[in-house]
Structures are given as structure tokens and as C-alpha cells.
């Protein structure tokens, strides 16, 4: 069974910190694998997308990425109360011709306080 | 502002009545999806059209009828649902259909769905 996972939150952190958020997943084959965020009544939007091993920087985002341990990241510089969501890890994993087929993690809720 | 158009945001429907979810996309997406959203659960993939050809279905059951009439325009049917079928319908769409970046979505704003 093809399995997302998150750490379970949720995770408070204060305003400033590094938020950091986990996400491994089951699928050896899986290929690209996405960080969207929800905000509460609202619908998923793209933070990051990353399908090479290392790290990919996206201003106060930095996801990462490791094959061999099933593992991707997405850490939070500089925290801010508007990065207060849930975090969903999805993972495309059905091969070069999946179209948006994603499998998507519980999501992890992150609240950053002042 | 979400470039992914659905209508209505609310819809209130009994066990037997028929209804139309709908939703637009001027992207020029080739790729369109359903998915469905319960409370505090992740989103789950219903259909896939490509190039206006249904691609993916998992394993929806039949009271769910998707229809794409052009590549901007996606219908969801709705027949003889149940109450655990109220959840939030996202429409999405994606620009690329095939490569490592196929799951770069464009989320709708949903239509929440409560069925009596």
C-alpha cells in the first residue's frame, strides 16, 4: 500500500523560529513530491514542488529531499503568523504518466504564536 | 485570487435529488481533477481528464458522473448520493499531464456538499 506520512502535530513555534515538517513516504518508485498548504475552510495551494535528491530554496522555504531514506522536509525560516495552516506532503508516485495523481499525506497543523 | 472557478461554494441536496457540480479554468490546462476533502482528512482523488478524455477513476461509484464538455469546463454529476458523501469537492487543474511536475495543482476554491 502506497502510504504518505507526516509528523503528527500539531506544532506551535514562535513567531521568528524554524518551523521544520516531515514527511516519509512508503513508494520507492515515487518521483516528485509536492508541500501544499491549507488554511482553514480554504483550498490547497502549491508551496513547493522538488523531485531531485538535496535541497531546493524558495525564499523562507526550503524543502528537502532524500531518496534512499523515503524521506522530504519542508522547513519554515523567520516563522510568521500567516504561515499558521496545515501542511500537506504529497507525493506523485504512479510513474511519468500519473498526471496529478497524488497521494497525499494526514497534513500537519502549524500555528505560529507572537 | 484562484484561477480554478467552482460553482455553487454550497450545495444542499436530499438522498434523491440530482445535481451539478461545476467548475472553469482559463489556464489552458490540459489536465483536470476531482478530488473529494472530509473534515480534517486530506484530499482524495476521484477522476482524472486529459485532453478531455476521462483518464483515472478510483473507484468512484456510479452516483458520481464526471463530464468535461471542453478543456476549460468540468462537471461533477450528482445522483442518489448518501450522507457520507457530504465532504468539500475540489476541481483542479494542472498545466502538465505527463514529467516529475504532473502534481503542480490548481486547486478551486471548493464546493461544500451537505446531503440530507
Known amino acids: 500500500q502506497k502510504e504518505v506520512e507526516q509528523n503528527s502535530g500539531p506544532l506551535s513555534v514562535p513567531e521568528g523560529a524554524i518551523a521544520s515538517l516531515n514527511c516519509t513516504y512508503s513508494?520507492?518508485?515515487?518521483?516528485?513530491f509536492f508541500w501544499y498548504r491549507q488554511y482553514s475552510g480554504k483550498s490547497p495551494e502549491l508551496i513547493m514542488f522538488i523531485y531531485s535528491n538535496g535541497d531546493k530554496e524558495d525564499g523562507r522555504f526550503t524543502a528537502q529531499l532524500n531518496k534512499a531514506s523515503q524521506y522530504v522536509s519542508l522547513l519554515i525560516r523567520d516563522s510568521q503568523p500567516s504561515d499558521s495552516a496545515t501542511y500537506l506532503c504529497?507525493?506523485?508516485?504512479?510513474?511519468?504518466?500519473?498526471?496529478?495523481?497524488?497521494?497525499f499525506g494526514q497534513g500537519t497543523i502549524l500555528t505560529v504564536h507572537p | 485570487d484562484t484561477e480554478v472557478t467552482q460553482t455553487p461554494k454550497h450545495l444542499v441536496m436530499g438522498m434523491t435529488n440530482k445535481k451539478s457540480l461545476k467548475c472553469e479554468q482559463h489556464?489552458?490546462?490540459?489536465?483536470m481533477y476531482w478530488y473529494k476533502q472530509k473534515a480534517k482528512k486530506p484530499p482524495e482523488l476521484m477522476f482524472v481528464?486529459?485532453?478531455?478524455?476521462?483518464?483515472i477513476n478510483e473507484s468512484v461509484p456510479s452516483r458520481f458522473s464526471p463530464e468535461c464538455p471542453n478543456s476549460s469546463l468540468l462537471n461533477l454529476h450528482l445522483h442518489a448520493l448518501q450522507p457520507e458523501d457530504s465532504a468539500l469537492y475540489l476541481c483542479?487543474?494542472?498545466?502538465?499531464?505527463?514529467?516529475?511536475?504532473?502534481?503542480?495543482?490548481?486547486f478551486g476554491e471548493g464546493s461544500r456538499l451537505t446531503v440530507l
Open positions: 489556464m489552458g490546462h490540459r489536465a
Open positions: 513508494d520507492r518508485g515515487s518521483q516528485s
Open positions: 483542479a487543474s494542472s498545466q502538465k499531464t505527463s514529467g516529475p511536475n504532473t502534481g503542480e495543482l490548481f
Open positions: 481528464y486529459s485532453y478531455e478524455k476521462l483518464s
Open positions: 504529497a507525493v506523485n508516485n504512479a510513474g511519468g504518466t500519473s498526471y496529478g495523481k497524488l497521494t
